[in-house]
């Protein structure tokens, strides 16, 4: 809840031990493709309630360690993205 309307690459670039993202309720449009790229430890990720349209297919490559990903109440379509790489 703090109208974030967009955020770079190096947002996150230290905070590899960070286990929850809370994003959600904010104004993002799109997703940087490295945003998420040194969440090594990333359990729980909240997007929901933003304007997201669409994401790169391999933002979320590196979140192996990824349990729960909130994005309801966006603006996606059906073929915006697909979460191939989320197991």
């Not at 790229?37 to 933002?59: A, C, T």
Request: glycine share 2%; charged share 30%.
């Amino acid at each position: 809840n703090n109208c974030l309307h967009k955020m770079d690459s190096s947002t996150f670039i230290n905070l590899s031990n960070l286990k929850e993202l809370l994003l959600g309720r904010n104004l993002l449009k799109k997703i940087d493709k490295g945003l998420f790229k040194n969440l090594k430890n990333l359990r729980k990720l909240y997007l929901n309630s933003n304007r997201l349209i669409e994401l790169y297919s391999n933002v979320f490559e590196n979140l192996t360690y990824l349990e729960e990903l909130y994005m309801s109440e966006n603006y996606f379509t059906d073929n915006s993205f697909e979460l191939k790489e989320l197991k």
